[in-house]
């Protein structure tokens, strides 16, 4: 079992910065601890569908944005505090969502793309003013 917990969300002006947190633990995995595992942050706007940010693979380091947030956002982890981060610079209002924390679920590398089949968090509340 996987469990995925986001802290840092909050309200802020176009133009700003947040940084998103997530705590990550698991109990008895079914792959060694030192193995590579797809982790990632995803959002979702009201009325619509969930829509993928960013990922990492803690394997290789790789790491993958949606064009919407590249250039903006950067995704990192500690490892030793088996956290994930997500800073978020330059927001803009189209970026008001709520943003979830996620760990793929059956492939330990995200590759360049994104997938439904995660572990998610419960999900944290960005909001940006114009």
């Known amino acids: 079992q996987v469990r995925l917990v986001e802290s840092g969300g909050g309200s802020v002006q176009a133009g700003g910065s947040l940084r998103l947190s997530c705590t990550i633990s698991e109990s008895n995995p079914t792959r060694p601890t030192s193995a590579s595992r797809c982790l990632g942050w995803y959002r979702q706007i009201p009325g619509k569908g969930r829509e993928g940010v960013a990922t990492?693979?803690?394997?290789?380091?790789?790491?993958f944005y949606a064009d919407s947030v590249k250039g903006r956002f950067t995704i990192s982890r500690d490892t030793n505090k088996k956290t994930l981060y997500l800073q978020m610079n330059g927001l803009k209002p189209e970026d008001t969502a709520m943003y979830f924390c996620?760990?793929?679920?059956?492939?330990?590398?995200?590759?360049?793309?994104?997938?439904?089949?995660?572990?998610w968090g419960q999900g944290v509340q960005v909001t940006v003013s114009s």
């Open positions: 996620t760990q793929r679920r059956n492939w330990p590398y995200c590759g360049e793309g994104f997938s439904p089949d995660n572990y």
């Open positions: 990492l693979s803690t394997g290789n380091g790789g790491t």
